[in-house]
């Protein structure tokens, strides 16, 4: 079997607070927008019988309070999901109603060493103070992480990072890891268990989320990770991924590949069982797993239904 880890990264989106929006819109737009969020998402997952991993920020709660951190976890928690430690950076030294004005560095690795752990035990606490079980998986905002995250997160007591993503490789995701590692590897005292990626041409590639691959690549890459005998699938998606930027619509083409991600994962699941990082499931580490090979036709016709994405979906109102 491939265990898959089905992730859902879920935060506070800085373009909501920038806009100077009440707390309460913030969280609409962000967390449940257009009746796609992370509500429609667990109840889709209950009706496949799927479990996921909700990377959660409480970050927000820098300027907000720890109410906002429970008002996120509350649904996920409820629901028998699972949540790990998710974090942006720059809520920290933000000033509610300022527009955005003030902030923290964007990314985690414009942070030494000390910095970073600093901000990563923060977030930890508020965390637990929002009802969860302590951490042992983390993913950077923006998969921004490097080695000192890693040791940051060891010293920490965390034992898995998914941060690494080749596709954003050496910039913000700047692990000391070749771009095409995908399977789960021991590095710097954790596990890391990459993203998953495909090439969508020769030598460039492009990571498994929902957003960046069409229904056909997102089956091609479960049979050929099946097929392969693959480590791990790891695939990302976000609570407001579904909705269209503004927070105010569905976007129908990623609520389709949602649903048809949740059913080929059904389907599949004797094969590529999803899996939660608190059921440490065994893993084979170090594995020399490969993305799937490019096909022209196939890159193409995801093109055109990206277009249609963002000329037609992303207008809905």
Known sequence: ??????????????????????????????IDPAGVGIGYQ????????????FFVDPMPAAIHGPDVVKRIVAPILAAGQEVQLHLHPNWAGAVAGDGGAA???????????????ALLAQAIDWLVAAGCERPIAFRAGSYAAND?????????????????NGSAHPWPSGLSLPADSIAPMLHRGLIE?????????????????????????????????????????????????????A????????????????????????A???????DRPALVLGQADRPLPPRRTRTAMRRVEQLWSNLVAERAR
């Open 193 to 245: 268990c990459p993203v998953t990626l495909i090439e969508e041409a020769p030598g460039r590639l492009r990571h498994f989320q929902i957003c960046a691959l069409s229904t056909v690549e997102m089956r091609d890459a479960l049979d050929h990770a099946a097929r392969h005998d693959h480590a791990a699938v790891t695939i990302v998606s976000h609570g407001f991924e579904l909705a269209t930027r």
């Open 272 to 278: 590529l069982p999803t899996c939660w990082y608190r």
């Open 103 to 117: 902030h923290g560095v964007f990314e985690l690795v414009d942070l030494n060493r000390a910095g970073q752990q």
């Open 247 to 270: 927070g105010t619509a569905p976007n129908a083409v990623h609520v389709r590949r949602f649903e048809a991600l949740c059913a080929m994962l059904a389907e599949r699941r004797l």
């Open 1 to 30: 079997m491939t265990p898959v880890f089905l992730t859902v990264d879920t935060e506070l989106m800085w373009r909501h607070h920038a806009a100077r929006r009440p707390l309460d819109e913030q969280v609409a737009r962000s």
């Open 42 to 53: 667990l109840d889709m997952l209950a009706r496949h019988d799927l479990k996921a991993c």
């Open 148 to 164: 000192d995250t890693i040791d940051a997160l060891v010293a920490l007591g965390l034992d898995y990072d998914s941060s690494h």
